[in-house]
């Protein structure tokens, strides 16, 4: 618990969370082009969805959370495919056995913050990757001791 609360903290710190949340010329010209295809009737809905700030913090906050529960985004990037398997394994053990309960509802928790900061920190995504991490290390004590 009070490591994953340092790597909160950790993510929470080395993430710039207002430059997440800031959108590039490109982004801001994308979204008039998208506001300008909706119909006549629908312009004010095109309006909310693609120019407000509320929108548009909302799209973000749905894409961060896509990136962050993305294997592709760790597996091949940042940890050799080979541990793929380990990571399923454990995730298995953690989502059914009872004892792994707490781990899972802070994996959830994370994956919260992550959809909310961004996974584009100045280290990554440390948050999710720890969990990676001991869901391999889970994985591979189950497995060894079944051998």
């Known amino acids: 618990m009070v490591i994953w609360l340092g790597l909160l903290g950790f993510q929470v710190w080395s993430t ?3 430059q997440a949340y800031s959108l590039t010329p ?3 010209d994308a979204a008039i082009t998208r ?3 909706y119909p006549r009737q ?3 809905m095109g309006y909310l969805l693609e120019v407000k700030r509320e929108g548009q913090i909302v799209n973000r906050i749905i894409g961060n959370f896509f990136t962050a529960i993305d294997l592709n985004e760790y597996f091949g990037q940042r940890l050799p495919i080979v541990l793929f398997i380990p990571t399923m394994i454990g995730l298995y053990f953690v989502v059914w056995e ?3 309960r ?3 509802v802070m994996f959830v928790i994370s994956i919260g913050v992550m959809a909310v900061i961004g996974p584009y920190g100045k280290y990554g995504p440390v948050l999710i990757l720890g969990f990676i991490w001991g869901l391999i290390g889970i994985g591979l004590g189950k497995t060894l ?3």
Do not use: P, T
């Open 35 to 37: 506001m300008n295809v």
């Open 26 to 28: 490109a982004e801001v």
């Open 102 to 104: 707490m781990m899972l």
């Open 145 to 147: 001791k079944v051998i």
């Open 42 to 44: 629908a312009a004010k």
């Open 16 to 18: 710039n969370v207002g």
């Open 98 to 100: 009872k004892r792994w």
